[in-house]
């Protein structure tokens, strides 16, 4: 059983601590982990981590297994009928998709082939800098954006917002049992006034519906202790809400059990306070900036 998983984890750290977690866990059907008991039997006669980390597939929310586990969480919509959805979120989310609309967007599913990757393409290297911080996405190639964006296609639908026929936004669902899960979702910043990503989001859960979802995940609502942010509200203000589940962290060394005690295998981002954590990323996000303003001015000179 370990050399079957063995292949299967991915090993995180933090600093000297090292996380076993599965790969893709969340984007697994069924149980990712069968008998947890007795894989960490096997994985503490050889282990390759200090501590094994797994959760159980949503909507599974009861602790169900003998370990020490923390409160993990996800930003959730229970999904029943569309109008459901609709009269529940705010009149300002209601406007923006009608925003959308009137200024021209349209939404609909697409398949995956070659247009809509040299769509993607497009929308990936707009600006390199998204949300504060470098875009991991920013200079890749046709080849490599689709190869990135071909995982679990069998699963997979792809919902694209369109203006004058261009590729302006689009979501990648990949469903898990009953559960659909935003793999990503991205609009241009350019055309950021006419609410694409809303209408995305709106359009994407008319098609859980259809497909009978029960739930429709659009990853964590609280990353880290930053309780309040512009993502988190965003979520919320579509109908996103707080969904808490265990995460089980199991020492496989001794280290990792004096780790868990401390509290420091849940990270920096966890331990500070959350003035800290915004100032720091207050501070990354003006070093992006005025990284990227040098590098246009560079371009611009050049181009001249």
């Known amino acids: 059983m370990a050399e ?11 600093g000297l601590l090292s996380l076993a977690v599965i790969q893709g866990e969340e ?3 069924n149980e990712p982990v069968a008998d947890p008991e007795a894989l960490v039997r096997c994985l503490r ?21 003998p370990f020490y586990f923390e409160w993990d969480n996800a930003a959730v919509v229970k999904l029943a009928e569309f109008s459901h959805w609709w009269e529940s979120v705010p009149q300002e989310t209601r406007k923006n998709v009608r925003r959308s609309q009137r200024r021209g967007v349209s939404v609909r599913q697409v398949n ?7 769509g993607i393409t497009k929308i990936y290297n707009e600006i390199p800098i998204r949300q504060g911080r470098k875009f991991w996405h920013y200079g890749k190639t046709f080849d490599q954006v689709k190869v990135a964006n071909a995982t679990y296609l069998s699963r997979s639908k792809f919902i694209g917002a369109f203006l004058n026929n261009e590729l302006v936004g689009f979501i990648k669902l990949v469903m898990v049992n009953n559960v659909a899960r935003i793999m990503q ?3 241009m910043e350019a055309h950021a006034d006419k609410r694409p990503t809303n209408a995305l989001l709106a359009k994407a859960i008319a098609v859980c519906c259809e497909n009978g979802a029960t739930h429709f995940v659009y ?21 996103f809400e707080q969904f808490n589940f265990p995460r089980y962290y199991v020492p496989l060394t001794r280290f990792g059990a004096f780790a868990i005690r401390c509290g420091v295998h849940r990270g920096l981002a966890q331990l ?11 501070a990354r ?19 001249a």
């Open 4 to 14: 079957v998983y063995a292949k299967a984890l991915t090993i995180k750290r933090h």
């Open 27 to 29: 984007w697994i059907e």
């Open 185 to 187: 979702i991205l609009s």
């Open 219 to 239: 990853g964590k609502y609280v990353y880290g202790r930053k309780q309040t942010s512009p993502v988190t509200e965003f979520k919320r203000r579509n109908g």
């Open 285 to 303: 996000a003006a070093i992006y900036r005025r990284r990227f303003s040098s590098q246009e001015k560079l371009h611009d000179a050049a181009r």
């Open 272 to 282: 500070l306070p959350e003035s800290i954590t915004n100032l720091f990323l207050g």
């Open 112 to 118: 995956f082939d070659d247009k809509l990757v040299r």
């Open 45 to 65: 006669q050889a282990p390759s981590a200090d501590i094994f980390s797994f959760a159980r597939p949503l909507p599974a929310s009861e602790p169900s297994f």
